[in-house]
């Protein structure tokens, strides 16, 4: 019995260490800064096709959901509040974590992961840098910032594919009312969590990605065993984190 | 006076998974020594360079770098002592990522001992590269070269920043012999021109052979046999045989083509 925890202890054991190192080193020198643009490029720019994508698709799809349900209640004026609301608290900062998670956690993985597995991550031991400084904290630093960036252009562009369906498409509501209520809805709380997410999100997303790749062992199979685990772990993380994150801001 | 104590292990052990890897084993390098450290696949031989640099920590006994204990130093006091270590990784291990100009520059870019200024630096990688005969490939990336380039990139970035230790990690698996021989012409080259002590893991005791019975001229630019005629003493090389972990074997190249351990004689005949 004991047998079979100590692997998955261990490992956590690890994440803790690896985490607890990145933390203590983002204030401490050196910092790398050719490296962190570098990140933020590849993890911003290169998701924002994809975020804007699944960004107006959610808010299209949840008006179209909502028509209905809205309607029998007639209170189709309703739909920007409904829209705003669940974007902005919700979908927005975990569609874009889960997006973000299948493309950068898994790329920080591999990455990392093949760099294990070809020496070159002892060899930039051995020549004076510490990998945690050079690889993992530019793509900590880089993730934290550019996701909520991301969730913010996501729970815009939902609004967009929201209004989209409920004015031009099905006539739910005038531009005026859609837009005035989803405004309206926002309280201060909501954009309170609807950043905080993103962030914790991020540290989760780059902290775990790195790990898996960090901890690769047995060639290119191995390599392909991290990238997997990470984008799984990963993703789970971000549902079980939003749940508890959610349950504090309800008790507000 | 003796010479000045390099590298020395006291019966170092490393477990990994409770499984050890290194079992025990005690050598000591002096300034100048050269060392063949022979093994088959699996032995140990990448473990024990990696413990002589503190990438592994040994999980018993203690390892002497330039004469510290490296066992208790933390990362940062190490970097010091590496700075002073050239190590040539199994394949080269260059970062793919960096074209070979910033791959040799590395070391003189990220190395707090090393500092130093643009120009310089450019100077001492094209210098470095010179001396593996691969100036022409500063802006090319590792992928556009072949194993046996990558294996002299891997050794000008070992030894651009001159230091006296320098480890080579299996310079010559996977490569044909002819490749392999101008990795091992290198080596030597580099161990009598800079005076470096050296350490080389093989599997090949072809390469340990070169290594005890050949130097470089100066004058004319050629490795040549030691003739015999008082060399000899100058070349230490020693040679210790890894078999799973523990030393089966240390001792001088005659001492090795006699030893009677079937384990040993095998290495000796196979290739000769
Ligand atoms: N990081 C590691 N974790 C677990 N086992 C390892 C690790 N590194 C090496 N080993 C094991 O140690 C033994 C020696 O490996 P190595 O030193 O790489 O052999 P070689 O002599 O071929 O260089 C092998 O059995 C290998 O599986
Ligand atoms: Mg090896």
């Given at each position: ?5 100590k692997?998955?202890v261990?490992?956590?054991?690890d994440f803790?260490?690896?985490?607890g ?6 204030v401490r020198?050196?910092h790398?800064?050719?490296d962190?643009?570098l990140?933020?490029d590849i993890i911003?720019?290169?998701?924002l ?10 808010g299209a799809?949840m008006?179209?959901?909502m028509s209905?349900a ?8 309703q739909?920007?509040?409904?829209v705003?609301?669940s974007?902005?608290r919700?979908?927005g900062p975990v ?5 973000v998670a299948?493309?950068n ?6 990455e990392l ?10 060899a930039?031991r ?9 690889l ?5 630093i880089?993730?934290?910032v550019?996701?909520?960036l991301?969730t913010?252009?996501?729970?815009f562009?939902g609004?967009?594919?929201?209004y989209v ?6 006539s739910?509501t005038t531009a005026?009312?859609y837009?005035?209520?989803?405004w309206?809805a926002i ?7 609807g950043l905080l997410k993103?962030?914790v ?5 780059a902290l ?5 790749g ?9 390599v392909?065993r ?11 993380w971000?549902f079980?984190?939003t749940?508890f994150?959610t349950?504090v801001?309800?008790?507000? | 006076m003796?010479e000045?104590?390099?590298l020395r292990f006291?019966?170092?052990t490393?477990?990994?998974d409770?499984?050890p890897?290194l ?8 300034r100048g020594?050269?060392?063949?450290i022979?093994g088959?696949a ?5 473990v024990?360079l990696k413990t002589?640099i503190?990438?592994i920590?040994?999980?018993?006994g203690?390892?002497f ?5 490296i066992t208790?130093l933390d ?5 010091d002592?590496?700075?002073?270590t050239?190590?040539?990784f ?5 970062f ?5 100009e910033?791959n ?5 870019v990220n190395?707090?001992?090393?500092k130093r200024?643009?120009r310089e630096?450019?100077?001492l990688?094209?210098e470095s ?13 590792p992928?556009e ?6 294996r ?7 030894i651009?920043?001159?230091?006296p230790l320098?480890?080579y990690d299996?310079p010559?698996a996977g490569l044909?012999p002819?490749t392999?021989n ?6 030597i080259?580099e161990r ?6 050296t350490v080389?893991v093989?599997?090949r005791?072809?390469d340990?052979?070169l290594l005890a ?6 004058r004319?630019?050629?490795v040549?046999?030691?003739t015999?005629?008082?060399h000899s003493?100058t070349?230490k090389t020693?040679?210790?045989v890894?078999?799973q972990g523990r030393?089966?074997?240390?001792g001088?190249?005659?001492q090795?083509e006699?030893?009677a351990d079937?384990?040993?004689s095998?290495?000796v005949?196979?290739e000769?």
């Amino acid at each position: 019995m004991l047998d079979i925890l100590k692997p998955p202890v261990l490992a956590l054991q690890d994440f803790y260490s690896l985490a607890g190192r990145a933390i203590r080193n983002i204030v401490r020198r050196p910092h790398y800064y050719d490296d962190i643009v570098l990140q933020m490029d590849i993890i911003g720019v290169g998701s924002l096709p994809i975020v804007l994508l699944t960004g107006f698709f959610s808010g299209a799809v949840m008006a179209l959901q909502m028509s209905r349900a809205l309607s029998q209640y007639g209170a189709t004026g309703q739909v920007g509040m409904i829209v705003s609301i669940s974007l902005v608290r919700e979908l927005g900062p975990v569609l874009t974590a889960v997006v973000v998670a299948g493309r950068n956690a898994s790329g920080m993985a591999s990455e990392l992961g093949s760099m294990k597995v070809t020496e070159q991550i002892d060899a930039m031991r051995a020549l004076g840098t510490d990998p945690i400084q050079k690889l993992v904290k530019p793509r900590l630093i880089a993730t934290a910032v550019v996701l909520p960036l991301l969730t913010i252009v996501a729970d815009f562009v939902g609004l967009v594919g929201g209004y989209v369906v409920a004015v031009p498409l099905l006539s739910l509501t005038t531009a005026g009312e859609y837009w005035n209520t989803a405004w309206r809805a926002i309280e201060y709380n909501d954009i309170a969590q609807g950043l905080l997410k993103p962030l914790v999100f991020a540290i989760i997303i780059a902290l775990v990605g790195c790990f898996y790749g960090m901890r690769t062992s047995g060639g290119t199979q191995g390599v392909g065993r991290a990238t997997t685990q990470a984008v799984v772990v990963a993703s789970v993380w971000v549902f079980v984190v939003t749940f508890f994150i959610t349950r504090v801001f309800v008790n507000l | 006076m003796p010479e000045q104590s390099i590298l020395r292990f006291e019966n170092v052990t490393v477990t990994f998974d409770e499984i050890p890897v290194l079992d025990g084993i005690s050598f000591e390098m002096r300034r100048g020594d050269t060392c063949v450290i022979l093994g088959a696949a699996g032995s140990g031989k990448t473990v024990l360079l990696k413990t002589a640099i503190g990438l592994i920590k040994p999980s018993a006994g203690r390892v002497f770098l330039f004469g510290t204990d490296i066992t208790e130093l933390d990362e940062q006091e190490l970097f010091d002592l590496r700075a002073k270590t050239g190590v040539l990784f199994q394949e080269g291990a260059l970062f793919d990522s960096l074209t070979i100009e910033e791959n040799v520059a590395y070391p003189l870019v990220n190395q707090r001992a090393a500092k130093r200024k643009k120009r310089e630096i450019r100077e001492l990688v094209e210098e470095s590269l010179r001396f593996v005969e691969l100036a022409h490939t500063l802006d090319k990336f590792p992928s556009e070269l072949s194993g046996g380039m990558r294996r002299r990139v891997g050794i000008a970035r070992a030894i651009v920043t001159e230091p006296p230790l320098v480890l080579y990690d299996s310079p010559t698996a996977g490569l044909d012999p002819i490749t392999a021989n101008t990795i091992v012409t290198l080596i030597i080259k580099e161990r009598d021109v800079k005076k470096t002590t050296t350490v080389l893991v093989t599997q090949r005791y072809q390469d340990g052979h070169l290594l005890a019975n050949f130097r470089y001229n100066p004058r004319n630019g050629q490795v040549e046999p030691v003739t015999g005629n008082g060399h000899s003493d100058t070349l230490k090389t020693r040679f210790l045989v890894l078999r799973q972990g523990r030393l089966t074997f240390v001792g001088d190249q005659q001492q090795l083509e006699a030893s009677a351990d079937p384990y040993v004689s095998k290495f000796v005949k196979r290739e000769i």
